[in-house]
């Protein structure tokens, strides 16, 4: 089925003084196959009102001064800056009129004669159609316009030097940052190859790449060196795609510092990494010579400090056992600390917390009581628990800590509490107590809370932490609320010493 053509119209404005002219051009108007509304004016400023109220898509203008000077009007068209092309209608001989007309910007002219209201309508419709094109293109120029200064702007304001190359590899474009960059005057790298930058070392896999590139290949991000213009070597990272028949855009960013960075990293490791096997070897000759020899000297000071013609000599062996102690238990917390450091989880076995805890009061039965100091215990029957052996070093430092800490003739209590799923391991003693600013930190490495004078290594609490954790305990240190702390009999309660509270969950 063929559908009828449907009319499309256009609507012009005639700026005619004769009316009778009028008529045949709108009969000749309306035999025509699309529609064409004509409208009329008969005066300068009837032409000029009728615009300003309605849009037309034409205006056609007869010259007819005085009255009608078509050539006035133009002028306020064009400087009221209407959007309308104009056709001027001159007489025969007044062809320099219409010269004037289009000078001033008239879209055509046309002469009156006899042919001219059928001839009239398709020149007018051209006109439109090329007038609407016109605009349409000079819209288009002008988004391009736009579009291209909007991409300028970026190209320049991008953080990274951006360059465009052609398909022999020479420069054709590069962006402020790449002039910076480089060291170069856009003037001066255009038309240079972008071979004459590299580093001799870069040339053959930058060329592969570039190469690869323009056949199609997706290249993934490579990092090549340069040299600016005044020698200095620059590291960059390249990326680029290719520009289709052309050659390829790049983003060239700059990372030579961050290759320094990453330079002085891999140095700084390599360096850790020798001093991490020093150490580890310093750990084991500790471990293996050190603590041999001298637990070796213990006994034979042990053995010394019996035989009867030295007691002249006990306090001097009493120092050196004293001391032979001390590095010999230094030694022992660094090798435990260094062990748990160095493990993510501990392996449990069925353990009896109460048996742990004797057996620990019972080795320092003897140092407390040189001291003084009486130990008492509160503990349940069996506290069984899914433990590693060690545990034993919670207890172990607790205790020995608070001994150490206890005055003489002070009191240490342990107890142990059946919490259901979890026991609770407190060790109480009387001792001059941690400052509140101190609680926490004490649990760390080498912190000793302002306890200069007393003998230690600053580890062993940060040995109970870890062990406590490892368990997924934890620990705290709280004051010891006492009652009598002066032991007068008086039942008064006052701040005397700390508790260090354990939690250890039972699985
Ligand atoms: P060390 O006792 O060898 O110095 P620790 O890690 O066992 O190392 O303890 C760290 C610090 O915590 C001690 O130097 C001391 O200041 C404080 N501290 C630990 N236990 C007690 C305690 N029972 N009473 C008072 N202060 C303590």
Not at 104 to 124: C, E, I, Q, T
Not at 171 to 185: A, S
Request: aromatic share 6%; charged share 35%.
């Amino acid at each position: 089925m063929v559908r009828p053509m449907k009319k499309q119209g256009v609507r012009v404005l005639f700026g005619e003084l004769y009316t009778d002219e009028v008529e045949p051009l709108r009969r000749a108007m309306e035999d025509c196959w699309f529609s064409i509304e004509l409208d009329t004016a008969s005066t300068p400023e009837e032409c000029l009102v009728k615009l300003s109220e309605r849009d037309y898509d034409l205006l056609l203008l007869d010259y007819a001064p005085p009255k009608m000077n078509a050539i006035d009007v133009l002028d306020t068209v064009k400087r009221k800056k209407y959007n309308i092309p104009v056709v001027i209608v001159s007489g025969e001989g007044d062809e320099e009129v219409a010269v004037r007309a289009m000078k001033m910007g008239a879209y055509d002219y046309v002469v009156k004669n006899d042919r001219y209201p059928s001839n009239l309508p398709p020149l007018l419709r051209k006109a439109i159609k090329k007038y609407r094109t016109d605009k349409e293109k000079e819209k288009l120029y002008e988004e391009i316009r736009g579009l291209k200064n909007y991409m300028e702007k970026i190209y320049n304001t991008v953080a990274d030097p951006i360059y465009v190359i052609d398909r022999e590899g020479r420069f054709v474009d590069l962006n402020r940052l790449g002039e910076e960059i480089t060291g170069y005057k856009k003037e001066e790298l255009l038309g240079m190859r972008f071979t004459e930058l590299l580093a001799p070392e870069y040339l053959e896999k930058t060329k592969e790449n570039f190469r690869r590139r323009l056949q199609g290949e997706d290249i993934p991000p490579y990092e090549v060196e340069i040299f600016r213009k005044d020698g200095k070597r620059v590291a960059l990272e390249i990326r680029a795609t290719r520009l289709e028949g052309f050659g390829e855009i790049g983003v060239a960013r700059d990372i030579t510092e961050q290759k320094r960075l990453e330079e002085e990293l891999r140095e700084h490791t390599a360096e850790l990494e020798k001093s991490n096997t020093l150490k580890g070897l310093f750990i084991d000759i500790m471990g293996h010579d050190l603590l041999n020899s001298l637990t070796v000297i213990r006994g034979v000071v042990n053995l010394l400090s019996k035989e009867r013609e030295l007691q002249g000599y006990k306090r001097h062996l009493d120092v050196i056992e004293n001391n032979v102690n001390r590095l010999i238990k230094t030694l022992e917390d660094v090798q435990v600390y260094v062990k748990l450091r160095g493990v993510g989880g501990l392996n449990r076995e069925e353990m009896d917390l109460t048996e742990v805890a004797l057996n620990v009061i019972r080795d320092y039965q003897n140092i407390a009581a040189a001291k003084g100091v009486e130990i008492t215990w509160n503990l349940p029957p069996k506290s069984p628990a899914k433990v590693n052996p060690f545990i034993r070093h919670v207890f172990d430092n607790l205790l020995s800590n608070a001994i150490k800490y206890s005055p003489e003739n002070g009191r240490v209590e342990v107890e142990i509490i059946d919490k259901g799923e979890r026991y609770e391991v407190l060790v109480k003693d009387r001792g001059p107590g941690i400052p509140d600013e101190h609680k926490e930190v004490i649990f760390q490495r080498f912190e000793r809370g302002g306890k200069k004078g007393v003998k230690g290594t600053g580890l062993g609490l940060a040995i109970v932490k870890r062990v406590v954790e490892l368990h997924n305990g934890s620990v705290k240190v709280i004051d010891n609320v006492a009652k009598d702390a002066a032991g007068d009999g008086e039942i008064k309660e006052e701040k005397k010493g700390s508790v260090f509270l354990v939690t250890i969950p039972k699985l």
